[in-house]
């Protein structure tokens, strides 16, 4: 079965980095896109960044860009997400999810990592 | 950017009942739009994409509805484990966007 387990989360001061990560297993992981969302404390769901099956495409929301780098390990089936210059705003718990396919939607979610931003 | 208005924010029904949920785009995006649904300390789980296919396993009770800008999910009779928060997701363009959500609870 399709599993996909966070990993990494913590507290962290504003301005540092953090990377979280994403195991994959029961699915071809190098068959598959993959991306990030993130929800904050009791607020809703915002999509942060999308990498194509191979990695070689990545897109992110603005409010991310610059800041944010997802990358991929198809050998290690693991997704990543590199958080430079975190603030406060970026406190949320942090899913992978599995792309459905075209880049559209997400089919199978991890349970989430909490990311807190806090001096 | 697009935005996902949902309505109502909360909706408050019996078991055995049917909900009809609303959520409505700023602009069309055809008929790329999902449902998903989340339970307190879960994960998001799909529900409906394409505006009305249902994700595997998921219960024939659930449908969807709807293109360009209105879209509807619709639970005929509530079970139990149903009363949950659902979020609707448009993938027509990038960035993807959630709608606020709407609270289906226990009355």
């Known amino acids: 079965q399709v599993q996909l387990v966070e990993s990494g989360g913590g507290v962290v001061q504003p301005g540092r980095s953090l990377r979280v990560s994403c195991a994959a297993s029961?699915?071809?992981?190098?068959?598959?896109?993959m991306h990030w969302v993130r929800q904050a404390p009791g607020k809703g769901l915002e999509w942060v960044a999308v990498?194509?099956?191979?990695?070689?495409?990545?897109n992110y929301v603005d409010t991310v860009k610059g800041r944010f780098t997802i990358s991929r390990d198809n050998f290690k089936n693991t997704l990543y997400l590199e958080m430079n210059s975190l603030s406060a705003e970026d406190t949320a718990v942090y899913y992978c999810?599995?792309?459905?396919?075209?880049?559209?939607?997400?089919?199978?979610w991890g349970q989430g990592v909490l990311v807190t931003v806090s001096s | 950017e697009i935005v996902l208005t949902q309505s109502p924010a909360t909706l408050s029904l019996s078991p055995g009942e049917r909900a009809t949920l609303s959520c409505r785009a700023s602009?069309?995006?055809?008929?790329?739009l999902a449902w998903y649904q989340q339970k307190p300390g879960q994960a998001p789980r799909l529900l409906i994409y394409?505006?009305?296919n249902r994700a595997t396993g998921i219960a024939a009770r659930f449908s969807g509805s709807g293109s360009g800008t209105d879209f509807t999910l619709t639970i005929s009779s509530l079970e139990p484990e149903d009363f949950a928060i659902y979020f609707c997701?448009?993938?027509?363009?990038?960035?993807?966007?959630f709608g606020g959500g709407t609270n289906v609870e226990i009355k």
């Open positions: 999810a599995r792309d459905l396919g075209k880049g559209k939607f997400f089919d199978y």
């Open positions: 029961g699915f071809r992981f190098n068959g598959y896109g």
């Open positions: 990498i194509g099956h191979d990695g070689t495409y990545q």
């Open positions: 602009q069309s995006v055809s008929n790329h």
């Open positions: 394409d505006a009305s």
């Open positions: 997701q448009q993938g027509s363009s990038r960035p993807l966007t």
